[in-house]
C-alpha cells in the first residue's frame, strides 16, 4: 500500500496539484489493469482517496467536485459525520448475523422507517404499515427479487419492461434491462417472455394497449410492468404527464402489478423520497438500492403487504439488510428528511436554471431535462444531433479542470451530486463545463 498524504478538511472547490493522473494515480491504475476485471468502465482515471461533502480528494492530494455522488449513492455527501458515526457505533456492537436467519434490531427498525413512508395505499393489514420490506445488497437484487415476488404472487410469467431501462446485471434485471447491446451481447439467452417498449410516452402504450395485448401478449399472463419513475441510464428522461398514471391503470385492468424501480431516482434524490410521488401514482412493488444507505450496499424492495405472500426459504440472501448497512440507511433517512430533499429541490432548480442559461450561451447544449438533483443535457453537433463524441470528451476535459461528470443516454451529462452541494459548487461546475465549451469553440 502506498502512503496517502491526508488533508483533514478538504477544500470546498477543485484543487489540483498535480497534472492528471499524477503519480500516484498512475501508479494504481497501472496495478488496476493488471488484476481487475476488463468489464468495468471508467471514463477517466480518478483514483479517490477520501471523501468529504461534494468533494474527492484523489491519492496526489487533488480535491476534485464531485457531480456524481458516486453514480448517485452518497446522497448525504461524502462521508457525512452522522453516517459515518451511525457505521462506527454499530460495528463496535455487531457486524453481521444475517436477517435470513435470525432477528437484530436496525433491520426491522429501516424496514418499519421504509414502510410507512411508501407509497402505498392506507393500510388495511393489521400491521399498520402500508409495506412490507426485503432487504438486498444491489439494485439488481432489488430487481431479481421484484420479478421472483410478481411471478410468485401472480402465478404468471410475462413482464414488460422500456427500452433505454437499466435495471442491473444479474440474469433477471438484465433481462429487464434494455439499454445497451454490450450489456446482453453474448450472455444469452435471457430470461424468456420479457417485451420491450419505448419509454415515457403515450403512444408506447397506445402500441402496448392496441396492437401487442391484441396480438402476441396476453395481458392476462403478464405478471409485472417494471418501470423507472424517471429513467436513470438511459439518459434521465422525465416521462409524458400521465404515463405513470396510464401505466397503473393498464395494471388495473388486467390484474398486472406496477412495478417502479427507484434505485436510481428514489431516496430523496429528485426532492421526494420517492420519484413516482411526483405523479401522485401508486404502484405495488418499489425496488431501491443506490442511495439508501449513504454507500454502503444495501437495497429493498417494498410491496404492498398483501403481496408478500412467499414462503419462509422461498426468498433469502446472508447479507441483505446487514445491520451496519442498516444502522446507515436509518442515519441516512433522518438527514433526508431533515434538510437535504428540500436542499434538492431548491438546487435542482437552481443547476436546471443555469443549464438552461449555459444552453442559451451554448446551442450545442440541449435545454436540461430532470427533477431535483437528478438533472441531464445532450450534447449536440451542429446540426443538432446527439454527439457522443463531444460527451466524452466534455467529460474527460472537465475531469482534467477538476469537475467529476458521469454521462448517460445516447449523449448526455448527467447531474447527480450529493446531495448536500449547495449554490457556489453549482455555480463553479457549471463555470468548468463552460470553460470548455468555449475552448472547444475557439478551437474549431
Ligand atoms: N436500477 C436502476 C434504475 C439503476 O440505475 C441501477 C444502476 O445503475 C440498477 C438498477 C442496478 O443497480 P446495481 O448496480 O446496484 O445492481
New binding site residues.
Given amino acids: 500500500m502506498l502512503s496517502i498524504p491526508i488533508n483533514l478538511n478538504l477544500p470546498r472547490t477543485p484543487r489540483l496539484v498535480t497534472s492528471l493522473p499524477g503519480p500516484r494515480a498512475q501508479a494504481i491504475v497501472q496495478r488496476d489493469r493488471a488484476v481487475t476485471s476488463p468489464s468495468y468502465t471508467r471514463d477517466y482515471p480518478l483514483v479517490a482517496s477520501r471523501g468529504q461533502g461534494c468533494m474527492v480528494e484523489d491519492v496526489d492530494g487533488n480535491v476534485f467536485l464531485d457531480m456524481t455522488a458516486g453514480?448517485?449513492v452518497t446522497a448525504t455527501g461524502h462521508a457525512h459525520p452522522e453516517v459515518v458515526k451511525a457505521i462506527q457505533e454499530q460495528s463496535e456492537r455487531l457486524l453481521h448475523m444475517s436477517g435470513t436467519d435470525f432477528y437484530y434490531e436496525p433491520m426491522v427498525e429501516l424496514a418499519e422507517q421504509l414502510a410507512i413512508r411508501a407509497p402505498f395505499p392506507h393500510p388495511q393489514s393489521h400491521t399498520g404499515f402500508p409495506a412490507k420490506v426485503f432487504f438486498t445488497n444491489?439494485?439488481?437484487?432489488?430487481?431479481e427479487g421484484a420479478i421472483k415476488l410478481a411471478r410468485y404472487y401472480t402465478k404468471r410469467s410475462l413482464i414488460v419492461a422500456f427500452l433505454g431501462?437499466?435495471?442491473?446485471?444479474?440474469y433477471g434485471?438484465m433481462s429487464l434491462t434494455g439499454s445497451k447491446t454490450v450489456q446482453r451481447a453474448n450472455f444469452g439467452p435471457l430470461l424468456p417472455g420479457v417485451t420491450h417498449i419505448p419509454y415515457g410516452t403515450h403512444a408506447s402504450l397506445d402500441y402496448l394497449e392496441e396492437q401487442l395485448f391484441t396480438t402476441i401478449l396476453p395481458p392476462s399472463e403478464v405478471a409485472a410492468i417494471v418501470v423507472?419513475a424517471i429513467q436513470?441510464?438511459g439518459g434521465y428522461i422525465v416521462p409524458e404527464d400521465g404515463f405513470l398514471k396510464r401505466i397503473r391503470d393498464i395494471c388495473d385492468r388486467h390484474g398486472i402489478l406496477m412495478v417502479v424501480?427507484?434505485?436510481?431516482?428514489g431516496m430523496g434524490r429528485t426532492g421526494r423520497l420517492f420519484a413516482i410521488e411526483h405523479w401522485g401514482v401508486m404502484p405495488d412493488i418499489i425496488?431501491i438500492?443506490?442511495g439508501i444507505a449513504s454507500g454502503l450496499p444495501l437495497?429493498a424492495i417494498l410491496a404492498r403487504p398483501e403481496l408478500m405472500t412467499w414462503p419462509p426459504g422461498s426468498h433469502a440472501t446472508t447479507f441483505g439488510g446487514n445491520p451496519v448497512a442498516c444502522a446507515a440507511g436509518i442515519a441516512t433517512l433522518r438527514l433526508l428528511e431533515s434538510g437535504l430533499m428540500t436542499n434538492s429541490t431548491q438546487m435542482g432548480e437552481l443547476l436546471q436554471a443555469s443549464l438552461n442559461e449555459l444552453h442559451q450561451k451554448f446551442p450545442r447544449v440541449s435545454p436540461p431535462r430532470g427533477k431535483g438533483l437528478m438533472v441531464a443535457v445532450d450534447l449536440l453537433d451542429e446540426q443538432g444531433n446527439l454527439d457522443y463524441r463531444l460527451r466524452d470528451r466534455v467529460i474527460q476535459e472537465a475531469f482534467l479542470r477538476g469537475l467529476l461528470l458521469l454521462g448517460c443516454g445516447k449523449a448526455a451529462i448527467r447531474f447527480c451530486p450529493p446531495l448536500v452541494i449547495d449554490s457556489e459548487q453549482i455555480q463553479i461546475a457549471l463555470q468548468i463545463i463552460s470553460e470548455v465549451l468555449k475552448m472547444r469553440e475557439s478551437r474549431e
Fill in positions: 453514480i448517485a444491489s439494485g439488481a437484487e432489488s430487481n431501462a437499466f435495471h442491473g446485471r444479474t434485471a423507472e436513470g441510464e424501480d427507484e434505485v436510481q431516482a425496488t438500492a443506490k437495497g
